[in-house]
């Protein structure tokens, strides 16, 4: 597989020796811990082409990823999933129509529809709780006939716990209503590349965004919007150009082009063997320690079986040096990737076999996720004149911005919502003390 933009990155190195152009580090060593990176971040100079008119050696990559995930169409995003969310659903859904949505949506999904005046429809399943929303197709079934008007259907998987839809149940229910089924697979771009193939695109998605820098050696920012649909295709850099920075960053760019090479050559492989190592730990730290079902990179401990909180397993872990992606009261989620060894594996299970563990089934505090009451446009709420309050004193106001911690990034009360007492309660659980509301 070709890597156009990283040869021609290099030799663009390798033969100017004055850059009369942007960025101002002009690509000169500095004493600085990244100096090795700058001679490489370059601009839309003569031959690099540029990423929303990509008519060159930023197509060429993009095509072979499109092969790769087995899509109609795949463009990279430099601002993460984030850029990606605000361009599928802008290619999908006019402004101001409705849209159906599984309610564990990230706040760039709420910003984005704030920009858009959207109307959405919240969708949960059964057991529901912030993080993870279990819908069903069932459930989406039920909101298609109701909201005959919707445009789209939107829904989050994996979660944060790496809990998984029914991603083909769920795109048939959306084929049958001839609705888009949209994909917010941040967390899922290794799903393409499993024994079996779980990745949206190859399920029935219309569209989806992977961050490719979650679980792929991609850096920080590069992400992939897959299109299976044709009709979404030819306008989806325009909808891109109208939300992301003038500026992308091409060490991002040649970060994604140089993950393709990988692609093709090294991660199935190296998933097959992340697919044994991780369930020979499972097995090895089980019943010690138990874990939630779901994505093969994430490994979601239970902590609060084994008596501790999942804060106080990732301060354990962190005092090993072993740092997570995110902890709350019940559960610790450790993130894995294609590129961690035995060595890590191992270095994990010597950490978690060493715990103390106090053996008592904490209390699982579990707050019902209830929807609050609508009670304004996402849009007019995001943008009204707010005021900052503590969470207790909240009760009857209306939420201005999205209340939410990062990570998870998933809003418990999306700016419109009338704040309840069930919210506060769970506001209170996710150590959200202060919020946002209208004046
Ligand atoms: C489910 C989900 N969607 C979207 C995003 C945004 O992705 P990015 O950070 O690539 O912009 C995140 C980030 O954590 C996420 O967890």
């Given at each position: 597989?070709?890597?156009?933009?990283?040869?021609?990155?290099?030799?663009?190195?390798?033969?100017?020796?004055?850059?009369?152009?942007?960025?101002?580090?002009?690509?000169?060593?500095?004493?600085?811990?990244?100096?090795?990176?700058?001679?490489?971040?370059?601009?839309?100079?003569?031959?690099?082409?540029?990423?929303?008119?990509?008519?060159?050696?930023?197509?060429?990559?993009?095509?072979?990823?499109?092969?790769?995930?087995?899509?109609?169409?795949?463009?990279?995003?430099?601002?993460?999933?984030?850029?990606?969310?605000?361009?599928?659903?802008?290619?999908?859904?006019?402004?101001?129509?409705?849209?159906?949505?599984?309610?564990?949506?990230?706040?760039?999904?709420?910003?984005?529809?704030?920009?858009?005046?959207?109307?959405?429809?919240?969708?949960?399943?059964?057991?529901?709780?912030?993080?993870?929303?279990?819908?069903?197709?069932?459930?989406?079934?039920?909101?298609?006939?109701?909201?005959?008007?919707?445009?789209?259907?939107?829904?989050?998987?994996?979660?944060?716990?790496?809990?998984?839809?029914?991603?083909?149940?769920?795109?048939?229910?959306?084929?049958?209503?001839?609705?888009?089924?949209?994909?917010?697979?941040?967390?899922?771009?290794?799903?393409?590349?499993?024994?079996?193939?779980?990745?949206?695109?190859?399920?029935?998605?219309?569209?989806?965004?992977?961050?490719?820098?979650?679980?792929?050696?991609?850096?920080?920012?590069?992400?992939?919007?897959?299109?299976?649909?044709?009709?979404?295709?030819?306008?989806?850099?325009?909808?891109?150009?109208?939300?992301?920075?003038?500026?992308?960053?091409?060490?991002?760019?040649?970060?994604?082009?140089?993950?393709?090479?990988?692609?093709?050559?090294?991660?199935?492989?190296?998933?097959?063997?992340?697919?044994?190592?991780?369930?020979?730990?499972?097995?090895?730290?089980?019943?010690?320690?138990?874990?939630?079902?779901?994505?093969?990179?994430?490994?979601?401990?239970?902590?609060?079986?084994?008596?501790?909180?999942?804060?106080?397993?990732?301060?354990?872990?962190?005092?090993?040096?072993?740092?997570?992606e995110y902890a709350d009261d019940l559960y610790t989620v450790m993130l894995f990737s294609p590129i961690?060894?035995?060595?890590?594996?191992?270095?994990?299970?010597?950490?978690?076999?060493?715990?103390?563990?106090?053996?008592?089934?904490?209390?699982?505090?579990?707050?019902?996720?209830?929807?609050?009451?609508?009670?304004?446009?996402?849009?007019?709420?995001?943008?009204?004149?707010?005021?900052?309050?503590?969470?207790?004193?909240?009760?009857?106001?209306?939420?201005?911005?999205?209340?939410?911690?990062?990570?998870?990034?998933?809003?418990?009360?999306?700016?419109?919502?009338?704040?309840?007492?069930?919210?506060?309660?769970?506001?209170?659980?996710?150590?959200?003390?202060?919020?946002?509301?209208v004046k």
């Amino acid at each position: 597989m070709t890597t156009p933009i990283v040869d021609f990155v290099e030799k663009y190195d390798e033969t100017i020796s004055l850059r009369l152009h942007m960025p101002g580090h002009k690509g000169k060593c500095f004493i600085s811990p990244v100096a090795a990176v700058h001679s490489l971040d370059i601009t839309e100079v003569c031959g690099a082409d540029s990423l929303y008119e990509a008519d060159g050696i930023i197509k060429e990559s993009e095509e072979n990823a499109a092969e790769l995930f087995k899509a109609h169409k795949t463009i990279y995003s430099t601002g993460g999933s984030t850029l990606g969310i605000q361009t599928m659903v802008s290619a999908a859904v006019p402004v101001g129509a409705k849209i159906i949505a599984a309610r564990n949506a990230h706040r760039a999904f709420v910003n984005t529809c704030a920009l858009l005046d959207l109307d959405v429809v919240w969708v949960t399943g059964e057991n529901a709780d912030v993080i993870s929303s279990n819908v069903t197709a069932k459930d989406i079934e039920n909101a298609l006939c109701k909201e005959k008007d919707a445009y789209a259907v939107y829904i989050t998987t994996p979660d944060y716990y790496g809990r998984m839809c029914n991603v083909k149940a769920i795109s048939e229910v959306c084929k049958k209503h001839n609705v888009p089924l949209l994909v917010d697979n941040a967390h899922g771009a290794h799903l393409a590349f499993l024994r079996e193939n779980l990745h949206p695109i190859s399920l029935g998605a219309d569209i989806c965004c992977d961050s490719a820098h979650k679980t792929l050696p991609v850096l920080t920012g590069g992400a992939y919007i897959h299109i299976a649909n044709e009709k979404y295709a030819e306008r989806i850099k325009e909808k891109q150009s109208v939300f992301g920075s003038s500026s992308p960053s091409y060490l991002t760019l040649c970060s994604l082009d140089y993950c393709n090479f990988f692609l093709e050559n090294s991660v199935k492989e190296a998933l097959c063997e992340t697919e044994k190592k991780m369930s020979a730990l499972k097995e090895r730290l089980s019943p010690a320690w138990q874990f939630v079902d779901g994505d093969v990179l994430h490994l979601t401990v239970e902590s609060y079986k084994s008596g501790l909180s999942g804060y106080d397993l990732a301060d354990r872990l962190r005092e090993r040096g072993i740092e997570c992606e995110y902890a709350d009261d019940l559960y610790t989620v450790m993130l894995f990737s294609p590129i961690d060894n035995d060595e890590d594996f191992e270095k994990l299970c010597a950490a978690m076999e060493n715990i103390p563990q106090p053996r008592i089934l904490l209390y699982k505090d579990e707050i019902p996720f209830i929807l609050p009451e609508k009670a304004m446009s996402i849009r007019s709420a995001t943008f009204s004149e707010s005021e900052k309050i503590p969470v207790e004193k909240a009760e009857g106001r209306i939420c201005s911005l999205n209340a939410v911690h990062c990570p998870p990034c998933v809003p418990v009360v999306v700016a419109g919502e009338k704040i309840d007492k069930n919210s506060i309660n769970i506001l209170k659980k996710y150590g959200i003390f202060e919020i946002n509301v209208v004046k």
